[in-house]
Each structure stands twice: as C-alpha cells, then as structure tokens.
C-alpha cells in the first residue's frame, strides 16, 4: 500500500521569503510519480509540479521546486519568494504505475503569507 | 474557457435523493476520474474511466455509480443520497500517452445532502 505523508498542518510565511512544505512516502514500488496540488480557499485543484522516481534532476516549475530525495522518501515543496496569493493548502500526492492509476493524497498543509 | 467542468457547481439535496453530477472535458485526455473530498482531508478516488468501454471501483465506491457517456463525458450518480455523502466532489481526467500522466481536477461540485 502506499502512503503520504504531511506533518505540518499549518506553516507561516513572510512575502518575499521562501518556505519549504514537507513530504513523506512510502511504497515498495520502484516506478512512481509525486505531485503537488494547490488548492486556494475557491476550493479548485491546481496542478503544481512533478517529479519521477526515476528522474535524475529535482523538478522546477517558476518559483516552485521539489526537493526530491530519494532514500529519505521525501518529496519536499519549496516556494520561492513567496506570494500573498500563494497562501492555500497543498496537497503532496503519489502515483504509483503499477497501479491503476489512483493519486495517494495527504493531509495536507495550509500555508498562510503574512505582508 | 475551462478544460474541466464540473455541472452544477453547487447543489443541496435530501436523504434518498437521485442526484447525477456531470464532468466534461476538452483537453482530448482518455482518462477520467471521480475524487470526493471531504473537510480537512485529501482527496480520495471513487471510480475512474480509461476509455469509453473501461469503467473501475475506486476505495471508495459504495453508494455511487458512474457512466462514460462519450471520451469527453464521465457522470457520477448517489443512488439515494446520504448525509455522509456530503462533500467536495472533483472530477479529473489525465493523459495516459503524457509522459508524467498528470491529473488535472474541474472546478469542483460542492454536495450537501440534507
């Protein structure tokens, strides 16, 4: 079975400074794929960025990376240069491909930035 | 306009209710979801569609079924709808050809069944 996991329920942030959302998993899988979901208080699912198991370098998506460290099962989300409009929760979510499919999703984070 | 939508967007309803929520889609994916979501929880998957002719129980299926009309057009129906049903339902749909397969969520229909 797979499993995500966000252990910060609730992080602060000024404008301008960057902020790291943490990730965990767990799967015995090799092939599998992490993605990270914003969702404003709107309440829509917006896709951030992705990451292969078997992709060499950490992905980069504008202000958005993930630190992306394999023998740790961390999938970390970093924002740089945070914005007002960046305050969401976040969603960390695996895929893994020899299923059927189906997104893992965590808990979530609620970011909040402070001007 | 919108790759996703999701019709209606709202919708209150009572305990024993048929309701159908409708998904559709411009983005040409084959693939098709339905994710309820409820409060201060991730998402989690109902059934989903590879094509036309494949239809699959999620975790959580009971008390839902589901109909892919057309590549574009994936329904979700409460069969007889309970206060437990109530939640943030999200429809997606992904690109199996796509090197990563992202899913990529409508707007949401928020239920609530009174």
């Known amino acids: 079975a797979q499993k995500i996991t966000q252990t910060q329920p609730g992080m602060f942030v000024q404008e301008k400074e960057a902020v790291t959302l943490d990730c965990t998993y767990d799967t015995s899988d090799p092939s599998y794929g992490l993605f990270w979901y914003k969702q404003p208080s709107s309440g829509e699912m917006i896709f951030l960025i992705y990451?292969?198991?078997?992709?060499?370098q950490n992905a980069t998506e504008g202000r958005y990376s993930l630190n992306f460290q394999k023998a740790r099962k961390s999938a970390n989300l970093v924002i740089s240069a945070s914005q007002l409009g960046d305050s969401a929760m976040y969603f960390c979510?695996?895929?893994?491909?020899?299923?059927?499919?189906?997104?893992?999703f965590g808990q979530g984070t609620i970011l909040t930035v402070h001007p | 306009d919108a790759d996703v939508t999701q019709t209606p967007r709202n919708r209150i309803t009572k305990t024993g209710k048929r309701i159908m929520l409708e998904c559709s889609q411009t983005?040409?994916?084959?693939?098709m979801y339905w994710y309820r979501q409820d409060p201060g929880l991730g998402l989690r998957l109902i059934y989903y569609?590879?094509?036309?002719?494949?239809?699959n129980k999620g975790e959580i299926s009971d008390g839902y079924s589901v109909s892919r009309q057309a590549q574009a057009k994936f329904s979700l129906s409460l069969e007889s709808a309970i206060p437990n049903q109530t939640a943030l339902y999200f429809c997606?749909?992904?690109?199996?050809?796509?090197?990563?397969?992202?899913?990529?969520f409508g707007p949401g229909t928020r239920l609530t069944v009174l």
């Open positions: 979510a695996m895929r893994v491909y020899a299923s059927y499919g189906k997104l893992t």
């Open positions: 983005k040409g994916h084959d693939r």
């Open positions: 569609s590879f094509d036309v002719k494949d239809i």
């Open positions: 990451q292969g198991s078997y992709d060499q």
């Open positions: 997606a749909t992904s690109d199996f050809q796509s090197r990563t397969d992202t899913q990529y």
